[in-house]
C-alpha cells in the first residue's frame, strides 16, 4: 500500500469529517451563553459604534431584545439605516435609533457627542466596537494617522465626551473591544501622526488595539468609585468585512479557513456582550476578557500602569482643541 493511499482510505475520509463538522461547531464556544443569560435592559440606554455589521450588529441586536433603547453609532446612512431596520425587524423593539458619527474624524465625534448630550438624558452602556484593519498610510485632516484615529483616537474622545452623562447614569459600563492583536503592538507616541510606521500587514492595526486597552485601564483607574467600569475584551478571530482593506488572496485565506476554525459574527459578539452585561461582572473594572469570557492578562505593556498615564495624558493633548 503506498504512502498517500492512507488518505483515501473509508476510516481517514470518515474521520476528517467527523473532525471538521467537531471544529466548525466548536469554533463558537465560550463559557458564557447570552441566550441563557436573562438581564433585561429595559430603561437603560446603550450606544454601539459600528454596529451596522460584523461584531456590532450583533451586540446592538442583542440589545434590543434586551429591551434597551439603542444607538446605532454608524458612518454611513446607507448601511445604518439597513442595520436599524434589521433589528428593530428582528426583536420588534422600535426604541432603537441610528446616529452618524465617523471616528476618524474629531470633529464628526464632537458633533454625535454633542447630539447625544442634547438628546439623551442617560447612558448605561458605551461598546466601542467600530475598527479598521489594513488601512494603507493616510493622515487625517486633524493631522492623525487614520488607523489611529479610527480605532484609537475617536473613540478616546467619544468616551470622553459622554463621561459626565455615563458617570451620571451609573451604574453603568464602557467595553473596548480590542484584539488578541495587541500582544504584537508597541507604543511610540510618534505614530499617532503617522511617524515611524510601516504598513506590513496589521502591524498598525496591532498598535491601535494595543493603545484601546492601555487607555481603558488608564479610564477605569480615573473612575474608580464612579459606579463606572471600564474594560477591554478580544471577541476572537470572527468572519467580518474586518479584513475589506486587504489583498484578494490574504482575503480568500482568511475565509477558507476561517469557515472552520474562526468565529460567526454572531460568536464575536459574545464576549463584548458579557462585559457590557454579565451580572458577575458588576464592579469589575480595568480587566482584559477573552473570546471564551475568560478574564485574562493582556500584554506587559498593557500592564504598565506609569505608560498608562502618559498615553492617556498623550491622547487627551492631541484630541483636546487648543
Ligand atoms: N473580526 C475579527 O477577527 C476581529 C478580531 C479581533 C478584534 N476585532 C475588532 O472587532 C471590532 C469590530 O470589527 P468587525 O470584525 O465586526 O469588523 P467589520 O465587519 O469590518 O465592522 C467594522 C465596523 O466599524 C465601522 N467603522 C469603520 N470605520 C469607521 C469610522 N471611521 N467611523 C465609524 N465607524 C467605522 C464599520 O462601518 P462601515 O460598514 O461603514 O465601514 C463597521 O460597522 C473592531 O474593533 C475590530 O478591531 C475583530
Ligand atoms: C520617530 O521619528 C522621529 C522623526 O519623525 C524621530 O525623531 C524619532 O526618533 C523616531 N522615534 C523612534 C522611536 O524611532
Ligand atoms: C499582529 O498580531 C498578530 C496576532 O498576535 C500576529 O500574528 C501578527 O504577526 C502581528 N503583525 C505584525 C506585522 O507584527
Same mark, same amino acid.
Given at each position: ?75 454611513? !446612512? ?21 446616529? #452618524? ?9 464632537? =458633533? +454625535?457627542?454633542?447630539?447625544?448630550? !442634547? ?14 484593519? $489594513? ?12 488607523? +489611529? =484615529? ?41 505614530? +499617532? ?6 504598513? +506590513? ?28 467600569? =471600564? ?20 482575503? %480568500? ?13 454572531? $460568536? ?24 471564551? %469570557? ?21 491622547? !487627551?493633548?492631541?484630541?483636546?482643541? #487648543?
Amino acid at each position: 500500500m503506498g504512502y498517500l493511499d492512507m488518505f483515501c482510505h473509508p476510516v481517514w475520509a470518515i474521520s476528517t469529517a467527523l473532525l471538521t463538522v467537531f471544529v466548525r461547531i466548536q469554533r463558537n464556544y465560550a463559557r458564557w451563553n447570552p441566550r441563557t443569560c436573562e438581564v433585561r435592559l429595559t430603561g437603560k440606554t446603550a450606544i454601539v459604534t459600528g454596529a451596522n455589521t460584523g461584531i456590532g450588529k450583533f451586540i446592538a441586536l442583542d440589545f434590543a431584545r434586551r429591551g434597551a433603547r439603542v444607538i446605532l453609532a454608524c458612518r454611513s !446612512e446607507v448601511r445604518g439605516t439597513e442595520a436599524l431596520n434589521e433589528i428593530r425587524e428582528k426583536t420588534g423593539n422600535s426604541d432603537v435609533h441610528l446616529r #452618524l458619527v465617523d471616528l476618524s474624524s474629531l470633529d464628526s465625534v464632537r =458633533a +454625535f457627542a454633542k447630539r447625544i448630550l !442634547e438628546e439623551e438624558n442617560a447612558l448605561h452602556i458605551l461598546v466601542n466596537n467600530a475598527g479598521v484593519s $489594513g488601512l494603507p498610510r493616510q493622515i487625517t485632516k486633524d493631522g492623525l494617522e487614520a488607523s +489611529f =484615529a479610527t480605532n484609537h483616537l475617536g473613540p478616546f474622545l467619544l468616551t470622553n465626551l459622554l463621561l459626565d452623562l455615563i458617570k451620571r447614569s451609573a451604574p453603568a459600563r464602557i467595553v473596548t473591544v480590542s484584539s488578541v492583536n495587541h500582544k504584537r503592538g508597541k507604543v511610540d507616541f510618534s505614530h +499617532f501622526r503617522g511617524e515611524n510606521l510601516t504598513y +506590513f500587514m496589521d502591524e498598525v492595526y496591532n498598535h491601535t488595539k494595543l493603545h484601546n486597552i492601555i487607555c481603558t485601564n488608564e479610564l477605569a483607574h480615573r473612575l474608580q468609585d464612579t459606579g463606572v467600569t =471600564a474594560n477591554s475584551v478580544h471577541p476572537g478571530v470572527v468572519m467580518t468585512e474586518v479584513m475589506r482593506h486587504y489583498p484578494l488572496w490574504v482575503r %480568500c485565506i482568511f475565509n477558507l479557513v476561517g469557515f472552520f476554525f474562526f468565529k460567526s459574527s454572531e $460568536g464575536g459578539a459574545v464576549s463584548p456582550i458579557y462585559c457590557a452585561i454579565a451580572e458577575e461582572l458588576e464592579g469589575i473594572t480595568g480587566r482584559y476578557f477573552d473570546s471564551d %469570557c475568560s478574564l485574562v492578562l493582556p500584554a506587559p505593556l498593557a500592564r504598565d500602569a506609569a505608560l498608562a498615564v502618559k498615553d492617556f495624558e498623550v491622547c !487627551e493633548r492631541l484630541t483636546s482643541k #487648543l
